[in-house]
């Protein structure tokens, strides 16, 4: 197994326990029947299957658009600290569970997911998992997307079947769990631009020179750092006034 398909296999199971987790989570403490939270994951398992395997003829194009594009890695970041600050607004500002706050939190781990399931698919397709002299196994994105499918159904019951459990160990409420997770993802992101794109050049052609950071990115890097302060400083400010 080499260290491309470790890689991104990794991902693929971290993005797959992340949402099947966190939705059959909530579906238990929603109170919803094993009913319902089955056609919630089967529906969010199927879309995902279904885009996955509708881009697999153009994964060399998706490739260039996310695992080696820097700049998806950024959007993703938006996206997740988007999320993760919106949640936590609405929470601060509700205090309650209605509709618009459930649906919030079964979204917040969509985006991010969708994210590594497509990077990690279109780098893995076609991939020999094992190439032996006597064995040879090839999966490529149609299996992927079955297998990711397939993957979130059954631990998103497990996990509904076994929310009691866990709920013994939750120490606050969902909002903040979910928002501060958004906010983790977003630097993640930031992390995985930095690192993931040049290093799937490098492995691709051993001759290039290993960089932590594109140079014509740096810029990019400073915007959002300056977007991430001056929203600290508005949340502050705000608290500060409502005290």
Not at 41 to 61: D, G, H, K, N
Not at 99 to 104: E, I, P, R, W
Not at 130 to 151: E, P, R, W
Request: hydrophobic letters at 60%; charged letters at 10%.
């Amino acid at each position: 197994m080499n260290l491309l398909v470790s890689l991104f296999g990794a991902i693929i199971l971290a993005a797959v326990l992340l949402l099947a987790i966190g939705t059959g989570l909530l579906s238990e403490f929603f109170k919803y029947d094993l009913r319902r939270h089955s056609i919630i994951i089967v529906l969010i398992s199927l879309i995902i299957a279904i885009i996955i395997i509708a881009l697999s003829p153009f994964y060399e194009a998706v490739i260039g658009l996310t695992v080696n594009n820097f700049f998806f890695y950024m959007v993703m970041a938006i996206i997740s600290l988007a999320l993760g600050i919106l949640t936590f607004y609405y929470w601060e500002k509700e205090h309650k569970y209605d509709n618009v706050l459930k649906g919030l939190l079964y979204l917040d781990f969509i985006p991010v997911s969708y994210g590594l399931f497509i990077l990690s698919s279109a780098a893995l397709s076609p991939s020999f998992i094992f190439d032996t002299a006597n064995f040879s196994l090839t999966v490529t994105t149609v299996h992927l997307a079955i297998i990711i499918a397939l993957l979130l159904i059954i631990i998103s019951i497990i996990a509904y079947r076994f929310s009691d459990f866990i709920e013994d160990y939750r120490i606050t409420e969902y909002p903040i769990i979910y928002g501060s997770m958004m906010v983790i993802f977003a630097f993640i992101f930031i992390v995985f631009g930095f690192l993931i794109p040049t290093i799937s050049q490098v492995l691709e052609y051993p001759s290039t020179q290993l960089t932590l950071m594109p140079m014509n990115v740096g810029m990019v890097l400073l915007v959002l750092l300056v977007v991430c302060f001056g929203i600290g400083v508005l949340f502050k400010k705000r608290n500060n006034r409502l005290k």
